[in-house]
C-alpha cells in the first residue's frame, strides 16, 4: 500500500510543467527515506533470545504482555542506555533475568540478514545518483553491530539514529531532525519515506512526506516506479 500527500493547488495562471504533468501523477521525488529494520534488514529479537535460553522460553517471554518487550526495547531505541534498562527490569522481573540480558548479548543474532530484494533497489537508487537517507529506531550502542555487517549502509548520504536523538519514530519530533538533515537537497515534501509500520508511516504523512508501507520488494519497486524513480522494472 502506498499514501501520499495531495498536492497544494492556488495557481491561476498554470506554468508550462503543471500544464505538462499528469494531475494524477505523484510529485518528483528528490530522495528517498528508509527504514532499516524489516525493510532493508530482517530483526527477529526471537532469534537474539533463544541463542541463550531455548525457543520455549524465549517465545513465552516475548508473548508475556506483563513485561512487553517490543515496549521496553522501544525504550532503548529512545535514547535509554542498556545497562539502566537491564537493571530496571531485572528489579522488576527477576524470573527473566536471563532472558532479559540475552537479547543484548546476542543482539547480533537478531540482524537475521539482509532483504535482498530492497537492498537490490537501494543498490539501483545509489547508482543512479539520487541522494539516500535512513531513519531507524535503533539503540545508538547497538547500532555499531550493523555498520560493522552491512556494507550497503555506506550507500546513505546520512543516517538518523533515534537512540542518538533521543526521540523515536512516530514522534513528530524525529521528523524535524530529518528535515534537518536532508534540507540541502530539498523539503520533506520532496522526498519519500519507506518503513514497515503503518504508524510511521502515517506519522510521515504528517510530517508533510510522500510515504510507503513496506510490505515487499516488488511491491516497493513498483511503488517507487511509479514515482519515477530510477528503478529496473522486474
Known sequence: MSSSLPESGGSTLPSPT??????LAPAPVLAVVFDLGNVLIEWD???????AVGDERARAFLADETFDFHAWNMQQDAGRAWEDAEADA???HPHYREEILAYREHFEASLVGPIE????????????GTPLFALTNWSHELFPVALAR????ELFEDIVISGEEGI?????????????????VGDLEETIFIDDRLDNVQAAVLAGMDAVQFTSPSDLRADLLFRGLPVKAI
Open 90 to 92: 531485572i528489579a522488576r
Open 168 to 184: 523515536a519514530k512516530p514522534d513528530p519530533e524525529i521528523f524535524e531532525v530529518l528535515a534537518e538533515r536532508v534540507e540541502h
Open 18 to 23: 503543471t500544464v505538462d504533468r499528469d494531475p
Open 117 to 128: 530484494g530492497t537492498v537490490a533497489i537501494l543498490r539501483e537508487l545509489h547508482s543512479a
Open 45 to 51: 529479537a526471537y532469534a537474539a533470545i533463544s541463542a
Open 150 to 153: 552491512f556494507d550497503f549502509l
